[in-house]
């Protein structure tokens, strides 16, 4: 919980624990003790490179929704903007450029977001 804490930031956990219910208890203690107890807390990996990972698999494999989140969390795991249009370059070679361009409107679209409300 401490490291989905770090990368996600506290009102984002709050969030979805607050809305956390008996059709989903177990699914929200599988993501915290899998991806973030042993994917996100392993040290082989620092967290930078794994904003940039996640940014790129999540836009190869179509998975549009979860991108916004791990956008915002780049401001805790140190990626820049530069390091998300390099991961995103990566799918529109890999695995294409429509997935990619989606990606980075997406990212555009959060980007401007956050900087409102800074």
Not at 7 to 15: E, I, Q, S, Y
Not at 19 to 27: E, I, R, V
Not at 96 to 112: E, I
Request: with cysteine.
């Amino acid at each position: 919980m401490a490291t989905r804490r770090a990368v996600l930031g506290d009102a984002h956990v709050d969030r979805a624990l607050a809305c956390t219910g008996s059709l989903d208890k177990a699914f929200q203690s599988l993501i915290t003790t899998g991806a973030w107890g042993q994917v996100w807390s392993s040290p082989a990996i620092p967290a930078r490179e794994r904003s940039m990972l996640t940014l790129a698999l999540l836009a190869a494999t179509g998975n549009f929704e979860e991108i916004p989140m791990h956008i915002r969390a780049t401001v805790r795991t140190g990626a820049t903007e530069r390091d998300i249009a390099e991961a995103f370059q990566h799918v529109a070679v890999y695995a294409g450029v429509p997935r990619a361009n989606h990606a980075l409107k997406l990212a555009k679209q959060t980007l401007a977001e956050m900087a409102e409300n800074d």
